[in-house]
Protein backbone atom coordinates (compact mmCIF):
# COMPACT_ATOMS: atom_id res chain seq x y z
CA UNK A 1 0.00 0.00 0.00
CA UNK A 2 0.71 3.62 -0.43
CA UNK A 3 2.91 4.91 2.55
CA UNK A 4 1.98 7.57 4.99
CA UNK A 5 4.16 9.87 6.34
CA UNK A 6 2.60 12.12 9.34
CA UNK A 7 4.81 14.74 8.51
CA UNK A 8 2.61 15.24 5.43
CA UNK A 9 -0.54 14.89 7.24
CA UNK A 10 -2.48 18.30 8.62
CA UNK A 11 -5.79 16.79 10.39
CA UNK A 12 -6.98 20.69 10.16
CA UNK A 13 -6.77 20.69 6.58
CA UNK A 14 -6.67 16.92 5.03
CA UNK A 15 -9.33 14.65 4.70
CA UNK A 16 -8.44 11.68 6.62
CA UNK A 17 -5.93 9.15 5.17
CA UNK A 18 -7.69 6.72 2.92
CA UNK A 19 -5.45 3.62 3.22
CA UNK A 20 -6.76 1.87 5.90
CA UNK A 21 -3.85 -0.69 6.24
CA UNK A 22 -0.59 1.67 5.11
CA UNK A 23 1.75 1.22 7.42
CA UNK A 24 4.77 3.96 7.28
CA UNK A 25 7.44 2.66 9.48
CA UNK A 26 8.41 -0.70 10.77
CA UNK A 27 6.95 -0.04 13.99
CA UNK A 28 3.94 2.21 13.53
CA UNK A 29 0.44 1.79 11.46
CA UNK A 30 -2.24 3.25 10.49
CA UNK A 31 -5.73 1.73 10.24
CA UNK A 32 -9.58 2.95 10.64
CA UNK A 33 -8.39 6.36 11.30
CA UNK A 34 -6.40 5.24 14.44
CA UNK A 35 -2.67 5.97 14.58
CA UNK A 36 -0.84 2.96 16.25
CA UNK A 37 2.53 2.10 17.45
CA UNK A 38 3.97 -1.47 18.37
CA UNK A 39 5.58 -1.23 21.64
CA UNK A 40 7.11 -4.68 22.47
CA UNK A 41 4.12 -6.97 22.53
CA UNK A 42 1.75 -4.03 22.65
CA UNK A 43 0.07 -1.31 20.93
CA UNK A 44 -0.29 2.34 22.06
CA UNK A 45 -2.72 4.56 19.76
CA UNK A 46 -0.55 7.18 19.14
CA UNK A 47 -2.87 9.51 17.44
CA UNK A 48 -6.87 9.72 15.35
CA UNK A 49 -7.54 11.36 12.62
CA UNK A 50 -11.18 10.43 12.04
CA UNK A 51 -14.24 12.21 11.62
CA UNK A 52 -16.37 9.91 14.49
CA UNK A 53 -17.75 11.25 17.24
CA UNK A 54 -18.39 8.21 18.77
CA UNK A 55 -15.49 6.16 18.84
CA UNK A 56 -14.79 2.48 20.23
CA UNK A 57 -11.22 1.96 20.45
CA UNK A 58 -10.00 -1.72 19.22
CA UNK A 59 -9.18 -4.30 22.40
CA UNK A 60 -6.66 -5.49 19.59
CA UNK A 61 -5.07 -4.97 16.27
CA UNK A 62 -3.74 -8.23 14.40
CA UNK A 63 -4.05 -9.85 17.71
CA UNK A 64 -1.47 -7.49 20.10
CA UNK A 65 -3.34 -5.65 22.84
CA UNK A 66 -3.80 -1.91 22.77
CA UNK A 67 -2.80 -1.19 26.20
CA UNK A 68 -2.08 2.98 26.14
CA UNK A 69 -3.34 5.96 25.04
CA UNK A 70 -0.62 7.95 24.44
CA UNK A 71 0.33 11.85 24.90
CA UNK A 72 -1.91 14.08 22.77
CA UNK A 73 -3.55 11.14 21.12
CA UNK A 74 -7.09 12.29 20.87
CA UNK A 75 -6.37 16.02 21.47
CA UNK A 76 -8.78 18.60 20.06
CA UNK A 77 -10.73 16.52 17.98
CA UNK A 78 -14.76 16.93 18.18
CA UNK A 79 -15.43 13.37 19.88
CA UNK A 80 -18.24 13.07 21.62
CA UNK A 81 -17.61 9.71 23.26
CA UNK A 82 -14.82 7.42 23.94
CA UNK A 83 -15.23 3.73 24.42
CA UNK A 84 -11.31 2.71 25.83
CA UNK A 85 -11.08 -1.17 26.16
CA UNK A 86 -9.99 -3.84 28.73
CA UNK A 87 -6.76 -3.89 28.34
CA UNK A 88 -5.71 -0.10 28.21
CA UNK A 89 -3.50 0.66 31.77
CA UNK A 90 -2.79 4.23 30.88
CA UNK A 91 -4.01 7.14 29.31
CA UNK A 92 -1.09 9.91 28.75
CA UNK A 93 -0.26 13.44 29.04
CA UNK A 94 -3.34 15.55 27.89
CA UNK A 95 -4.53 12.62 25.97
CA UNK A 96 -7.95 13.97 24.63
CA UNK A 97 -7.18 17.79 26.05
CA UNK A 98 -9.80 20.11 24.52
CA UNK A 99 -12.20 17.96 23.09
CA UNK A 100 -14.58 20.47 24.09
CA UNK A 101 -17.80 18.58 22.73
CA UNK A 102 -16.53 14.58 24.58
CA UNK A 103 -19.43 14.29 27.06
CA UNK A 104 -19.42 10.64 27.78
CA UNK A 105 -16.09 8.28 28.68
CA UNK A 106 -16.36 4.67 29.04
CA UNK A 107 -13.09 3.62 31.15
CA UNK A 108 -11.84 0.09 31.27
CA UNK A 109 -11.10 -1.80 34.79
CA UNK A 110 -7.58 -2.53 33.50
CA UNK A 111 -6.75 1.30 33.89
CA UNK A 112 -3.80 2.20 36.51
CA UNK A 113 -2.91 5.38 35.33
CA UNK A 114 -4.88 8.89 34.54
CA UNK A 115 -1.77 11.16 33.32
CA UNK A 116 -2.05 15.21 34.19
CA UNK A 117 -4.15 17.15 31.65
CA UNK A 118 -5.68 13.88 30.37
CA UNK A 119 -9.63 15.16 30.56
CA UNK A 120 -8.88 19.10 30.49
CA UNK A 121 -10.90 21.39 29.11
CA UNK A 122 -13.57 18.49 28.02
CA UNK A 123 -17.37 18.64 28.77
CA UNK A 124 -17.65 15.29 30.88
CA UNK A 125 -19.37 15.89 33.83
CA UNK A 126 -19.98 12.27 35.64
CA UNK A 127 -16.77 9.82 35.11
CA UNK A 128 -16.19 6.07 36.88
CA UNK A 129 -13.20 5.56 37.81
CA UNK A 130 -11.91 2.27 37.82
CA UNK A 131 -11.46 0.36 41.42
CA UNK A 132 -8.09 -0.63 40.49
CA UNK A 133 -6.41 2.68 39.68
CA UNK A 134 -3.25 3.59 41.03
CA UNK A 135 -2.34 7.16 39.99
CA UNK A 136 -4.52 10.36 38.62
CA UNK A 137 -2.57 13.12 38.00
CA UNK A 138 -2.68 16.62 38.57
CA UNK A 139 -4.43 18.68 35.95
CA UNK A 140 -6.30 15.41 34.94
CA UNK A 141 -9.22 17.36 34.70
CA UNK A 142 -8.28 20.67 34.98
CA UNK A 143 -10.93 23.10 33.78
CA UNK A 144 -13.69 20.57 33.63
CA UNK A 145 -14.57 21.53 37.24
CA UNK A 146 -17.91 20.31 37.52
CA UNK A 147 -17.01 16.88 36.85
CA UNK A 148 -17.72 14.49 39.39
CA UNK A 149 -15.85 11.46 39.34
CA UNK A 150 -17.25 8.11 40.82
CA UNK A 151 -14.44 5.59 42.73
CA UNK A 152 -14.81 2.77 44.99
CA UNK A 153 -18.50 3.52 45.88
CA UNK A 154 -17.93 6.98 46.42
CA UNK A 155 -18.01 10.50 44.56
CA UNK A 156 -16.17 13.00 44.50
CA UNK A 157 -15.17 16.19 43.28
CA UNK A 158 -12.76 16.89 41.04
CA UNK A 159 -10.54 18.96 43.46
CA UNK A 160 -10.99 16.10 45.89
CA UNK A 161 -9.36 13.31 43.75
CA UNK A 162 -6.97 15.32 41.71
CA UNK A 163 -2.92 14.52 42.56
CA UNK A 164 -4.19 11.18 43.78
CA UNK A 165 -1.69 8.55 44.14
CA UNK A 166 -1.44 4.98 45.61
CA UNK A 167 1.64 3.43 46.51
CA UNK A 168 2.75 0.13 44.78
CA UNK A 169 4.26 -1.66 47.58
Given amino acids: PEEYDPDEY ?41 NEQYVVIPEEVYGVSVEEIDDFAFSGTDVISVIIPEGVTRIGYAAFL ?15 TIEGWAFAKTAVEELRIPYGIKRVEEFAFQDSESIVLHCWGESYTYEELTGFYIDEE
Fill in 98 to 112: ECTELTEVSLPESLL
Fill in 10 to 50: DPEEDEPYEDETAVYDEETLFENNFIYEFEGNSIIITGYVG
